[in-house]
């Protein structure tokens, strides 16, 4: 079957750096999405792995590993407006996303 | 910018009532699709759509219709309500852009509560 892991709740200090996980099982693979989702509202698209590695983009950062099924996004610099829900959302065969139920980011003062 | 509206934003309906909720984009976007969250659960796909005539089922299409017979629009039914099927609907749409996955935009969601 498909399925994805990603920790069900996080707490971090603002200004500092933290590192979500995601471990994923899919039928075939075409990428893997992160996406963030404010409370009461939609997700919105932050960065896309096709291949091992590292991507950055400002504050974030995405890793891939194909071969371990695993993926991370790393935030840096923490703020306030980054408290939300992160959903790690792997593309399988068949051009579908499967989500995952998120990680729910709590930053504090 | 509008991206991709959906209507309405909140409903209430009756257990056995129908209802018709609507999407639309504006970024002449190939793919559409229809999500709904429920607590504590990923988004699960309804049904989706490659281009304009054609739908297909996602995971949980039982209860729910679809037609798409503009591009930018993707329309879903609930012919008769169930208390099951509380939950916020999304609109996603995507471009198909050569063999590059393209992330999907959303709507703003649809709270929709049967009772």
């Known amino acids: 079957g498909q399925n994805i892991d990603q920790p069900t709740e996080m707490t971090a200090t603002e200004g500092a750096i933290v590192q979500i996980n995601c471990t994923y099982q899919?039928?075939?693979?075409?990428?893997l999405f992160w996406y963030q989702q404010h409370a009461g509202e939609a997700p919105t698209f932050l960065s896309y792995?096709?291949l091992d590695g590292l991507e950055e983009k400002g504050r974030f950062s995405s890793f891939l590993s194909r071969s371990k099924g695993y993926s991370y996004l790393l935030l840096k610099e923490l703020q306030m407006k980054d408290s939300a829900s992160y959903l790690c959302?792997?593309?399988?065969?068949?051009?579908?996303?499967?989500w995952g139920a998120g990680t729910k980011l709590i930053i504090k003062p | 910018n509008a991206g991709v509206t959906q209507t309405p934003k909140f409903r209430v309906l009756k257990t056995g009532q129908s209802m018709t909720l609507l999407c639309a984009q504006d970024?002449?976007?190939?793919?559409m699709y229809w999500y709904r969250q429920d607590p504590g659960m990923g988004l699960r796909l309804i049904h989706y759509?490659?281009?304009?005539?054609?739908?297909a089922k996602g995971e949980v299409p039982d209860g729910y219709n679809v037609s798409r017979l503009k591009k930018q629009n993707f329309l879903l039914g609930l012919e008769s309500a169930a208390p099951s099927q509380t939950s916020v609907y999304f609109c996603?749409?995507?471009?198909?852009?050569?063999?590059?996955?393209?992330?999907?935009?959303f709507g703003d969601g649809t709270r929709l509560s049967i009772l």
């Open positions: 970024m002449n976007h190939e793919y």
């Open positions: 996603a749409s995507s471009s198909r852009e050569g063999l590059v996955s393209q992330p999907q935009h």
């Open positions: 959302a792997p593309m399988d065969s068949n051009y579908q996303l499967i």
């Open positions: 792995n096709v």
């Open positions: 759509s490659v281009g304009e005539g054609t739908t």
């Open positions: 899919t039928s075939g693979f075409n990428g």
